[in-house]
């Protein structure tokens, strides 16, 4: 078994939660205590991708990369960026495909913290700034690890994306999840068996280790 | 010396609602305001904290105008020196007692501060533990040292013992007392609790559907001045016991239970949880030493 695929997979899962985490900070932030009109319209378009076919992301940026249209054009003429059938093409898939999973864990955790916390630091004094880093982002601690975890579980699972902008080039975009199907074209069941099983493994540990940690398990087990 | 004169609308749906808020307070005054649920009272103290802004008017705290909304004049937070303590604890949970002392020092002062407010509220042997392994009485004393700590004008309490018990209740008032008499603070206190307002304020002021309809001293307001009785307390019926033509009421004065016999008058009968002022005017009272035990 090749273990190019799973390697590929947990750095393209690292790489998206990584820079959705930063990305969704301050808009989870604006989400949670932000007011207006705009607020339901963001809201709305960041849980899209929990509704839309994978494929109907992956068309619509199969289209945007595309060199033969304008934007595209531009990307790759112009700046010579080239997405389509790249590493960093899928990781810009993966950080729209998977923005609902890191900003709605984010934005309940920031929305549950204690109103008179807030009033207290203001108060006081502080800055936004100062109350978002010392006050709003350590009492959201769980909320913090469920949204890292869950982009990073769900973006090993991505699948649709990739297949419409990434294709299957080895060691480039082939994940973990394009290999299983490309071995069970191939008909090779028992590699494909392989793959499916070592990404199960992974992703149960990963998703257990949450819940023990959330649920105050790991603390009293080591107590 | 703290005016304050701020008038702000909120609006709900289709609903108004205006708050009036006219005060005067000097330095080491402790005023109360008094009133229902959904008054006011709190909007009134958020005005005076800054954390809501006022649609018109002013205040001014030690000779410098803090806000002045004709002139656009609007300090920030950080340039106004306010202490609040809330009705639900606001201690950070991430930070320990020490912590959350050091985390409200304003720009410029020293750690060094923090200690004797340790010492006045009896938590120097908390400072390293975390709000979740203290008690609801330890936090209160956390949260009042805390508002203290950039030595404020003001210090604004909005119903900050209303949550503990009885027998609690009376040491926060004593911390309460000791602290205004060691800082020199201009103190607004918003409680439900007439015998907390009794105790610890000079004035009072009634709060009705967001406005202030009338002040003073709190004998004058809700002590019936023109009674001449000797004693007079305030306590809580817990229930009523009728008895031939009499009635036996059971109140909650302070931490104890006191029973008093009463001929009902024909106006509206006492009931369980009103807030009741009894006066003695018996020309012989009984009179027991507290050190010695009754039979």
Redesign the interface.
């Known amino acids: 078994m090749e273990w190019n695929p799973i390697i590929l997979t947990f750095e393209l899962a690292a790489v998206t939660s990584a820079i959705l985490f930063l990305l969704a900070l301050p808009l989870a932030r604006w989400l949670a205590f932000g007011k207006g009109w705009l607020r339901p319209v963001v809201e709305t378009l960041v849980a899209m991708p929990l509704v839309l076919p994978p494929t109907v992301l992956g068309f619509y940026l199969l289209l945007l990369f595309s060199p033969q249209f304008a934007f595209g054009r531009f990307l790759v003429e112009q700046l010579h960026l080239r997405f389509l059938f790249t590493f960093p093409g899928l990781v810009i898939g993966s950080l729209i495909y998977s923005l609902p999973f890191m900003v709605q864990p984010l934005q309940a955790g920031f929305s549950k913290i204690a109103p008179n916390l807030l009033d207290a630091a203001r108060v006081m004094g502080k800055s936004p700034l100062t109350i978002f880093l010392r006050v709003i982002l350590p009492n959201s601690r769980p909320a913090l690890l469920t949204g890292l975890v869950l982009t990073f579980a769900h973006t090993i699972g991505e699948f649709g994306v990739v297949l419409m902008i990434g294709g299957n080039i080895a060691g480039e975009t082939r994940v973990g999840s394009i290999a299983i199907y490309d071995q069970v074209e191939l008909g090779n069941y028992g590699q494909a068996n392989h793959y499916a099983l070592v990404l199960f493994g992974i992703t149960f540990s990963i998703l257990l280790l949450v819940y023990l940690i959330n649920g105050g398990y790991l603390k009293r087990l080591l107590k | 010396m703290m005016e304050a004169s701020l008038h702000k609308t909120l609006v709900n749906g289709k609903r108004k609602f205006q708050v009036q808020l006219e005060l005067q307070a000097v330095q080491g005054e402790l005023i109360a305001l008094y009133g229902p649920s959904g008054a006011g009272k709190t909007t009134m103290l958020?005005l005076l904290?800054?954390?809501e802004t006022a649609d018109q008017g002013k205040m001014v705290l030690q000779g410098k105008t803090i806000f002045e909304a004709a002139q656009k004049i609007r300090l920030?937070?950080?340039?106004?020196k306010?202490?609040?303590v809330?009705q639900?604890t606001?201690l950070?949970?991430?930070m320990t007692v020490q912590e959350n002392l050091e985390?409200?020092l304003?720009k410029g002062q020293n750690k060094a501060e923090i200690a004797p407010l340790l010492e006045i509220m009896d938590i120097g042997e908390l400072k390293a533990r975390r709000p979740e392994n203290l008690s609801g009485g330890e936090k209160k004393r956390v949260d009042l040292a805390?508002a203290l700590v950039?030595r404020p004008d003001l210090l604004l309490l909005d119903e900050p013992f209303s949550a503990l018990d009885p027998a609690m209740r009376s040491r926060m008032q004593d911390y309460l007392l000791r602290i205004q008499a060691e800082f020199n603070l201009i103190t607004v206190l918003v409680s439900h609790d007439l015998g907390e307002i009794f105790r610890l304020a000079r004035r009072v002021y009634e709060v009705k559907e967001g406005k202030i309809i009338r002040g003073g001293k709190p004998w004058d307001l809700f002590g019936k001045g023109e009674v001449s009785g000797k004693f007079r307390f305030t306590g809580i019926i817990l229930q009523i016991e009728s008895a031939d033509l009499m009635q036996i009421l059971t109140l909650m004065v302070g931490s104890q239970p006191v029973k008093v016999v009463i001929t009902p008058s024909l106006g509206r009968p006492f009931q369980v949880g009103e807030e009741v002022m009894v006066v003695s005017k018996a020309f012989s009272p009984m009179v027991f030493r507290l050190d010695e035990k009754e039979d």
């Open positions: 958020r904290a800054g954390l920030g937070l950080e340039e106004r306010t202490g609040m809330f639900e606001a950070f949970p991430n985390f409200a304003r805390r950039s």
